[in-house]
């Protein structure tokens, strides 16, 4: 008798779970909340334009061994994989500027150019990031113990790196400019709360020719392994929302959905958010200190929070992808002042804009606390977005002259935008625990639940881990599981 498998949320996690367990002979069901695929992988329209939310860096584009993962969704086409000459400039207004190139030789010559007196902090720093290409850590979940070994002999470069944040290792320059420009390298999240080794981890996949981004951007993505999912046979039901996790005997048996209707199964996975999944439809009765903990260590701010878009009737193909502008005046949004802005920028080669025109992206810190209340005013929340969004045009005037008269639409995005679309946690992704990291990295956060049965999650929250790579690995590895329990020999990569 064929197993029926439930999956809450069709995100990257729950679809990739879904066309995994097609593959290998499950009857799976999908019910979503939204009305389309990817969860936060996402896309939308304004006007002529599309504005991505999701996707930075993709770990898989390239030769690595999370590449196979995305060949078994339908995920990537090859000729359409944009591989970006410059990870991201950082620029000052006195015309510096620090290029980290992804061609890691470039970035030396650049480095020393930049800073001789600095030759030997660069030069390990490079070493470092090109010593980790071997490991591949982006896909060491992808195996049993072996891949897991690969990562031994780095151990001592993890402690080491792992314990500086790019602070930190600014400071140590003797060149005035780069301990300004390099703790805002990764994203512009904090320098002080981001260690070098998740920075190293990019370098050594540029080295390997991995993280590019996908033409079309997160939303196209998502649909592409929808498309797969539903061509195994699989079954979604959007605008379907999970209200209960039904339960009997301390084993899952099926959902109650919105509407009361409820549907059975022999096995429920949860793909959604892990606070709604824990404390609202499993009614938090099911969970234990460690968890609780996790969850109750949250911070009301968060990297990614706050996004601002524009449409730009302007070809912007000339310039960096992604630039970090440091500014002279501070710029205050929210609560509090920001000595910087990250920008990311789309022309009409990435698919989300016309022909002559382009898309920027600014994205920055986000408090929910402070649009959770504001929010409650409608008239004042969208006040307050659209005078944040006037408050960055002026500093991009600054940078690209002439821009106020050239922006055709804009949008803002808040925590409480996230929360209301996808009813994650305070609109949050997930955050990093504060203590069981090294296990977490390895075996998981909440992949089961203490004493629930025939229950699994998967995605972010399940390993307390960011990266869509991630989220796609732990369905392919939960259904590897569970072929495994049921005997079978697991399938991948079928069509």
Same mark, same amino acid.
């Given at each position: ?27 799976? %069901? ?9 969860g ?6 304004? +006007? ?26 339908n ?78 002999? !780095? ?11 790019? =602070? ?7 060149? @005035?400019?780069?301990?300004? /420009? ?12 981001m ?52 339960? =009997?005997?301390? !084993?899952? %048996? ?10 059975? /199964? ?18 938090? +009765? ?25 449409g ?6 000339? =310039?960096?992808? /992604? ?29 989300l ?13 986000g ?8 929010r ?31 922006? @055709?639409?804009?949008?803002? $995005?808040?925590p409480? $935008? %996230? ?33 629930l ?8 929250? /399940? ?15 939960l259904?590897?599981e569970?072929?495994? +329990?049921?005997?079978? +020999? ?6």
């Amino acid at each position: 008798m064929t197993k029926k498998l439930i999956i809450i949320g069709a995100g990257i996690a729950g679809l990739s779970t879904g066309c995994y367990a097609r593959m290998n002979g499950y009857e799976a %069901v999908i019910f979503e909340l939204h009305n389309k695929p990817g969860g936060v992988c996402t896309s939308w329209h304004r +006007k002529e334009f599309t504005f991505d939310y999701c996707i930075h860096n993709l770990a898989g584009t390239g030769n690595v061994g999370v590449k196979q993962v995305w060949q078994d969704l339908n995920a990537l086409k090859a000729d359409e994989i944009i591989n970006h000459d410059t990870f991201v400039r950082v620029e000052d207004s006195k015309g510096n500027a620090l290029n980290i190139y992804t061609d890691l030789e470039k970035l030396e010559k650049h480095l020393k150019e930049l800073a001789p007196e600095d030759s030997k902090l660069i030069e390990d720093y490079l070493k470092a990031g090109s010593s980790l290409r071997g490991a591949d850590f982006f896909s060491m979940n992808m195996g049993g113990l072996g891949d897991k070994l690969k990562i031994a002999p !780095r151990a001592y470069t993890m402690i080491k790196w792992g314990g500086t944040t790019l =602070e930190e290792y600014a400071g140590k320059f003797q060149n @005035e400019f780069l301990q300004k /420009a390099f703790p805002h390298i990764q994203y512009n999240i904090n320098g002080s709360d981001m260690p070098m080794f998740p920075h190293l981890l990019f370098l050594a996949g540029f080295k390997a020719g991995d993280l590019g981004w996908p033409k079309y951007g997160s939303l196209e993505f998502s649909k592409r392994i929808e498309k797969h999912f539903l061509e195994l046979g699989g079954e979604i039901h959007y605008r379907t929302p999970v209200e209960k996790i039904m339960v =009997e005997d301390d !084993r899952a %048996v099926g959902v109650i959905l919105a509407d009361g209707s409820m549907d059975q /199964a022999d096995v429920v996975i949860s793909a959604a958010d892990g606070h709604s999944t824990i404390y609202e439809m499993l009614e938090g +009765k099911y969970t234990n200190k460690f968890i609780d903990s996790y969850y109750d260590s949250y911070e009301e701010e968060q990297a990614f929070g706050l996004q601002i878009y524009l449409g730009l009737d302007r070809d912007l193909s000339e =310039e960096s992808h /992604a630039l970090v502008l440091l500014l002279d005046e501070p710029l205050k949004l929210e609560l509090r002042e920001r000595d910087s802005l990250y920008l990311e920028l789309f022309d009409s080669s990435t698919g989300l804009a016309p022909e002559g025109k382009s898309v920027i992206k600014v994205v920055t810190e986000g408090n929910y606390g402070y649009w959770k209340e504001l929010r409650s005013d409608m008239e004042k929340y969208s006040h307050e977005k659209e005078q944040i969004y006037l408050k960055v045009l002026e500093v991009l005037d600054a940078r690209f002259p002439g821009i106020k008269k050239q922006v @055709e639409t804009f949008d803002v $995005t808040t925590p409480v $935008t %996230v929360e209301r679309f996808t009813h994650n946690f305070h609109g949050w992704q997930p955050w990093p625990a504060k203590e069981g990291g090294m296990k977490i990295m390895f075996r998981g956060f909440t992949k089961t639940l203490p004493g629930l049965k025939n229950f699994y999650m998967v995605g972010q929250w /399940a390993g307390a881990m960011i990266g869509i790579s991630n989220a796609a690995l732990t369905g392919r590895n939960l259904i590897k599981e569970l072929c495994k +329990k049921d005997g079978k +020999k697991f399938q991948q990569n079928k069509s």
